[in-house]
């Protein structure tokens, strides 16, 4: 039974000739080479890709919103009930405006 590939063995030569000196032919030494390269390649699985949260630390809170000038501290203590409740009724809208600026800030730290 004859081998399905020989790896031919050129005869010793010298410069004249143009033989390989060395015996063996270059090409089936690179083949041997690479094959003997690429074969660990071959062995194990490919790595199973995860992926990992990892979290950044860093201040939620940039800056707080200005606190606004309500109506109703600037108030006289002996004002009258009318006076405290329109002045009540201005500081809603802007109540509401501050305490958005505040849930919008907090948000960004959820």
Sequence with gaps: MSP????RRWPA????????PHGYSLLAGLLLVAIML??????GRAPVVQEVKVPVYRPCVTGAPERPAFATRT???DASDGEK??????DL????KYVA????????CL
């Design 85 to 90: 409740v329109l002045a009540l009724a201005r």
């Design 93 to 96: 809208p802007v109540h509401l």
């Design 13 to 20: 030569g010298d410069a004249k000739t143009g033989r390989n």
């Design 38 to 43: 690429l074969m660990p390649g071959c062995a």
């Design 4 to 7: 399905i590939y020989r790896i």
């Design 101 to 108: 600026q505040l849930e919008a800030v907090i948000a960004g």
């Design 75 to 77: 108030l006289a203590p």
